[in-house]
């Protein structure tokens, strides 16, 4: 399990696909890439999808995504998106009262129960008191990181 923090956009891609009956149906499918920019995210989610749909796509909506970080999962059956919310619990050193802060997050897990074991595993490595007020399965189909390229390894005064 690991964790990344960047600027997460979610994409909506709209495509014609075969179903198991073999008719085609027009769907709208959810991604989360990370980029820099709006029209960064378009870039990028359109080289993603280029390698998986065959035929024509339409990037319907971008929207920056709420998520503080994303938890992957290195498990082979975590073929699911959570988002999960966390309150983060703080004391204040005036009033002495209990002071919660929201943060959400994307989780990958193959269960719900794994994706509570994620949040746990992860979190438990912190010295921040949390509770978890909510974990729910999203339609996100993958998330798509951003990855060095080989050429970008160096700096080009070096190569």
Known sequence: MRSR???WFECKIRYEKVMEDG????VTESYVVDALSF???EERIIEEMSSYISGEFDVADIKKAPYKEIFFSDDEMADRWYKAKLQFITIDEKTEKEKRSSVTYLVQAGTFNGAVKNIDEVMGGTMIDYVIAAVNETTIMDVYEYAKTKKDDKPEYEQ
């Open 23 to 26: 008719l085609q149906k027009k």
């Open 5 to 7: 923090t960047a600027i």
């Open 39 to 41: 029209s960064e995210a």
